[in-house]
């Protein structure tokens, strides 16, 4: 049996990889199966190759969801079509201690947070988030002011968005903010402690820009 007999074959890594295992059993033994062995071997890989393309294809990618604090229901539904159209999902909250309750019982991956809200401002709810989440916080205000702005970023929003906003820069914005979390997040869990820190530090650095 030879690799030709399977079609549908794409990865040559992987038979490469197989073929080193070949190579490397024949020298460590003297049976005559080896090559029993390698076909084996190959029709498993290609099976199950096969099965995981086919649950990939099967099951689309979940949006990224968005948690949307703001009173003002002309802005949430103008940003939960914006997010749509951008591919993510929208969680609405009117409320501080709605979105905290919602933030806990099923993480969001990031939030748009508004400056002014009913039972409290959005800069608490932003320091409240940071305590537990890395997510991507962005503050949502039609205060400009620098005060409030310096305020917002210090208490750990990533980004701060004045209204009246840009769908383009408020979406780009976003997945900048999301970038960067996941540039962290991976190399905290894959390189040593110090390089981690040196990612951390250039995020915390672009973020307060």
Request: a negative charge; hydrophobic letters at 45%; aromatic letters at 4%.
């Amino acid at each position: 049996m030879s690799v030709a007999e399977h079609p549908g074959t794409e990865s040559a890594s992987e038979v490469g990889r197989l073929r080193t295992l070949y190579w490397l059993l024949a020298a460590l033994s003297e049976a005559n199966a080896l090559e029993d062995v390698y076909d084996v071997a190959l029709t498993s890989l290609l099976n199950a190759t096969g099965a995981d393309r086919a649950r990939t294809a099967g099951t689309p990618a979940r949006p990224v969801r968005v948690l949307v604090v703001d009173d003002e229901p002309q802005i949430v539904r103008a940003l939960k079509v914006v997010l749509r159209e951008a591919g993510f999902e929208a969680v609405p909250a009117e409320t501080t201690s709605q979105a905290l309750d919602l933030a806990a019982l099923s993480p969001p991956g990031a939030a748009i947070v508004d400056l002014v809200l009913p039972d409290g401002d959005g800069i608490e709810l932003t320091r409240t988030l940071r305590e537990w989440s890395e997510m991507p916080i962005l503050v949502l205000s039609a205060i400009g002011e620098e005060e409030q702005k310096v305020r917002a970023l210090e208490a750990g929003a990533d980004d701060y968005v004045t209204k009246p906003f840009g769908a383009r820069e408020l979406v780009a914005r976003l997945q900048a903010a999301l970038r960067r979390t996941s540039c962290c997040v991976t190399r905290r869990r894959s390189t040593s402690p110090r390089s981690s820190s040196s990612c951390c530090a250039c995020w915390c650095a672009t973020a307060g820009a």
